[in-house]
């Protein structure tokens, strides 16, 4: 079946740090999702990735899709304590209509 | 605006009992879905449902069943609960897409934590 890693599995930054967390898929991947979950609460959606190559960015994230649309990325600038989290992606393989693969979600930690 | 509300929020079962968690949803949402998260693993899916009527197996459904009971609820059940189900389990769902590869933001509950003696 289909395999969604990301690496690093966890990561600790000082406050003003960059950080990337990568995901790579076994297989294409229709679209792929980004998800933020923090400590003890629920993953909530941050966006979603469609086309070869496409980057997005949200304030300090980027988001990038690979040209084979088998891995993406998310690069956060000058991190601060309120990124504290876990970051998930999750993709749609062509034919499971509705079905997500997350994957397995990097942890980040940022001190001051 | 609720959202996606699941019950209980905590539990804890001895080996070989059952119950059922509860899921509803006010956002008309068609799809629904359950999911166990434990720790190194991410999210696993257990059982979806595309829309009221219909249930299908994800990745980890043995021990559980579903109901899509309408179109707001979906619960699942475990018969005879095991240790190995100690995890928490999320409940989500979203609106399909217009296309095979426009898929919807998915909206999370807060979460069952279940621990099984």
């Known amino acids: 079946g289909q395999q969604v890693m990301q690496i690093p599995q966890y990561q600790h930054v000082q406050e003003g740090e960059d950080f990337t967390t990568y995901c790579n898929s076994s297989?294409?991947?229709?679209?792929i999702q980004w998800y933020k979950q923090r400590p003890g609460g629920h993953p909530v959606f941050l966006i979603q990735l469609v086309k070869s190559g496409e980057v997005k960015k949200q304030k300090r994230l980027t988001f990038q899709f690979g040209e084979a649309k088998k891995n993406s990325s998310l690069h956060i600038t000058a991190t601060q304590t309120t990124d504290v989290g876990t970051y998930f992606c999750a993709g749609l393989n062509t034919g499971t209509a509705s079905k997500l693969t997350f994957g397995t979600g990097t942890r980040l930690q940022v001190t001051l | 605006n609720a959202g996606v509300t699941q019950t209980p929020k905590f539990q804890v079962l001895k080996t070989g009992q059952s119950m059922t968690l509860q899921c509803a949803q006010d956002?008309?949402?068609?799809?629904m879905y359950w999911y166990r998260q434990d720790p190194g693993m991410g999210l696993r899916l257990i059982y979806y449902?595309?829309?009221?009527?219909?249930?299908d197996k994800g990745e980890v459904p043995n021990g559980y069943n579903v109901s899509r009971l309408n179109k707001r609820e979906f619960s699942l059940r475990l018969e005879s609960a095991a240790p190995s189900q100690t995890s928490v389990y999320f409940c989500a769902s979203s609106h399909p897409g217009q296309r095979i590869w426009d898929n919807q933001p998915q909206h999370f509950g807060d979460g069952t934590r279940l621990s099984i003696l």
């Open positions: 449902s595309a829309s009221e009527g219909t249930t």
């Open positions: 956002m008309n949402h068609n799809s």
């Open positions: 297989t294409t991947l229709s679209n």
